[in-house]
C-alpha cells in the first residue's frame, strides 16, 4: 500500500470561535500525527479495492461515515487496533486507540495555523486552491506550498472531515458533522482557518475529503 505520510504535532490548545451561535471555546490536546496530503484516489483504492481515475488528487464525494471507515480499514491494513466502533450510523471514539481517525476540528485548526495567528499561514495564491485559481475539480496533493508543520493542502482544494458535531448538543447519529479548511470552488472567504462548516453524516460533496490522524501514547 501507498505509504500514509504523518507530521508530528506537538500538545497544544486553540480557541474554537463558533460564529454562527456566538460561542468560543478552548480545547487542549495531546500530541497526535496528522497526514501530511489529505487521503488521495490512489489510497481509497487501495483500502477499498476500487479504480482511481486521478491517483494524486484528494478523494472526494466521501460521507463522514465513509471516511470513519476509512480510517478503521488504513488501521487494520496496518494492523493497528481500530480507533472507531461502527455500528450502523452509531460511532464511538476509542481514545486510547492508536489506529486511524479523523482530527478532532481542534486539532484540525491548530495544525493548519502551524502557529500563524492570521486567517491563512501563507499568501494564499500560493498555499491553496480556490474559486480565485478558476479550477473546476480538486488539483493534485502537494502542488503549493506547506505551513510550517510540513502541511499540504490544509486550506483549499478540498474541505477536510473532522471527528466534531458543528453543534455539539445534536444527535450524534443524526447532527452535522464538522469539515474545515475550503475547496477549490469556495471565494477566499470560505478558504480560511478559522470558518467552521458542517454537513449530514451521511452526505457527499464534491469537494469534501477526509486527513488521517493517529494518537500516539
Known amino acids: 500500500m501507498s505509504d500514509i505520510e504523518l507530521a508530528s504535532i506537538p500538545a497544544g490548545s486553540i480557541q474554537i470561535v463558533d460564529?454562527?451561535?456566538g460561542l468560543r471555546r478552548t480545547e487542549r490536546f495531546e500530541a497526535f500525527e496528522?497526514?501530511?496530503f489529505p487521503v488521495t484516489e490512489e489510497l481509497v483504492a487501495e483500502l477499498i479495492g476500487v479504480g482511481a481515475a486521478h491517483p494524486r488528487r484528494p478523494a472526494v464525494e466521501l460521507s463522514w461515515l465513509r471516511a470513519v471507515r476509512l480510517c478503521?480499514?488504513?488501521s487494520e491494513w496496518e494492523g493497528l487496533d481500530l480507533?472507531?466502533?461502527v455500528d450502523g450510523e452509531d460511532v464511538v471514539w476509542h481514545r486510547d486507540s492508536e489506529g486511524f481517525r479523523l482530527p478532532s476540528e481542534a486539532e484540525w485548526e491548530f495544525a493548519c495555523r502551524a502557529g500563524s495567528t492570521g486567517?491563512?499561514?501563507g499568501p494564499l495564491g500560493e498555499v491553496a486552491w480556490s474559486a480565485a485559481d478558476?479550477?473546476?475539480s480538486p488539483q493534485d496533493v502537494g502542488a503549493r506550498h506547506p505551513n510550517l508543520f510540513g502541511l499540504f493542502d490544509t486550506l483549499g482544494n478540498v474541505s477536510e472531515w473532522c471527528f466534531d458535531l458543528l453543534d455539539p448538543d445534536d444527535d450524534p447519529s443524526r447532527g452535522a458533522r464538522v469539515f474545515r479548511g475550503g475547496g477549490f470552488a469556495d471565494d477566499v472567504w470560505n478558504v480560511r482557518a478559522d470558518v467552521r462548516r458542517g454537513a449530514p453524516p451521511r452526505s457527499t460533496h464534491d469537494d469534501v475529503g477526509l486527513r488521517l490522524a493517529r494518537s500516539i501514547g
Request: charge should be positive; hydrophobic fraction near 45%.
Open 72 to 74: 478503521n480499514a488504513a
Open 19 to 21: 460564529a454562527r451561535r
Open 134 to 136: 478558476g479550477v473546476r
Open 83 to 85: 480507533a472507531y466502533g
Open 34 to 36: 496528522l497526514g501530511v
Open 119 to 121: 486567517p491563512v499561514y
